[in-house]
């Protein structure tokens, strides 16, 4: 999940009317309106292809928008499978949460206790850092993917995309930087901290991440069209394409197929807007975790690097908290090259939105649109019929 200085700075806690392309007019119930609206508006701001989903009063609503495929013009499918990307941390984060109900680890443990040596060199000292900053991103650990190679242009892409990497690899990319604070005394959201999260996972249970979320996450919830990829860069069928800007204003590459490994626990995973929204809505209504560890991980600290596009946003174990025109809601964003997901859940969890968006733009203006678009469809969905 990115956050841009620049989208920052300018969206700055605005529903501003205006810069977005009218939407078609949409028929049928206010919900199915609202939401039609919504992902016609985004397909206008450069999206290629939408899907969006909404709960509320017991009723599910779709939609979709745009075509899944620039070549053949094939609409989007419904229910179609995306890469979640970041999304993905919001799982770990709970089966580390229900490891330590288990009493199995502490989130006051030290990363040194159960990877020695991994967090060192240039500074590092994973004597200092704990499991708990590691969720709340306070540990300080650089961001390893600001130097995956992938990332860097086209040619890179069409070079790399089917690299493979072990979780130890990407450590040690973060490794070659030194921390950017001393753990615990600021906030800055680093992929880093959930490679390492997965690894202390296989460390503890003796399994992988990826086992640990299916058999305690996907497997009791009935999450058939969620799963962890592991090398496999395809994805399963119906899908949309995913394009990539990687300049501004430079064409939409198709990026689809990708080495998901590059993300491991901090974003490899797939879904459906169906399966995430089921997802949200069990976790928020305690269907995974015990009220002690909800209250962990709803624990929050201020997130500078949100707060700023997203006013009031604090980040818990996984989770975030946004302020809406109602209250707030609690949410988690995620992004891949090409794919991006952006999702919320009331704090009763009886409200839910998804959203996958099959393009990842590099104009600013046109992020902070898509941003400020996607929290006005939440702040619409879960404050209607509601006493402001």
């Known amino acids: 999940m990115r956050t841009k200085a620049a989208v920052a700075a300018i969206l700055a806690g605005a529903l501003i009317a205006g810069g977005v392309a009218p939407a078609a007019q949409a028929a049928g119930r206010p919900d199915q309106r609202r939401l039609q609206t919504a992902v016609d508006d985004l397909h206008a701001i450069g999206i290629t292809g939408v899907q969006g989903l909404t709960g509320a009063g017991g009723r599910t609503t779709t939609a979709r928008s745009g075509v899944a495929n620039l070549d053949t013009g094939a609409p989007v499918p419904r229910n179609g499978y995306f890469r979640m990307g970041s999304d993905t941390k919001t ?63 086209p040619a890179a892409y069409y070079a790399h995309r089917f690299d493979h990497y072990d979780p130890a690899d990407l450590v040690a990319l973060a490794m070659k930087h030194p921390p950017l604070f001393a753990p615990g005394t600021s906030w800055s959201y680093s992929n880093t901290n959930y490679i390492l999260a997965g690894m202390i996972i296989q460390k503890v249970t003796g399994h992988s991440w990826a086992r640990e979320v299916h058999d ?72 995974l975790l015990r009220p002690a560890q909800m209250a962990q991980m709803h624990d929050t600290v201020p997130a500078p690097g949100l707060a700023d596009p997203f006013p009031g946003a604090r980040y818990g174990l996984g989770i975030m908290w946004i302020d809406d025109s109602c209250g707030g809601y609690w949410s988690h964003a995620g992004d891949v090259p090409g794919m991006s997901t952006l999702n919320a859940v009331s704090p009763d969890g009886r409200r839910v939105v998804v959203l996958s ?25 879960f404050c209607a019929d509601r006493s402001r």
């Open 91 to 153: 799982f770990v984060s709970v089966v580390l949460l229900q490891l330590v109900g288990e009493r199995r680890l502490s989130l006051d443990d030290p990363v040194q206790r159960w990877l020695p040596g991994v967090v060192s060199g240039n500074g590092n000292d994973g004597a200092k850092v704990t499991v708990r900053e590691l969720l709340q991103h306070t540990s300080g650990i650089a961001n390893y993917t600001g130097d995956l190679t992938a990332l860097g242009s």
């Open 357 to 381: 968006l099959t393009t990842e733009l590099a104009d600013p203006a046109g992020e902070l649109a898509v941003y400020r678009r996607a929290h006005q469809l939440i702040d619409d969905t």
């Open 216 to 287: 305690r996450v996907l497997a009791p919830l009935h999450l058939s069209q969620t799963y962890v990829p592991g090398d496999n860069p395809t994805l399963r069928d119906p899908h949309a394409e995913g394009y990539n800007q990687f300049a501004p204003g430079g064409p939409l590459i198709d990026t689809t197929l990708f080495n998901p490994t590059a993300a491991d626990a901090a974003g490899s995973m797939v879904s459906t807007p169906s399966d995430l929204a089921r997802f949200w809505q069990a976790l928020q209504t305690g269907r």
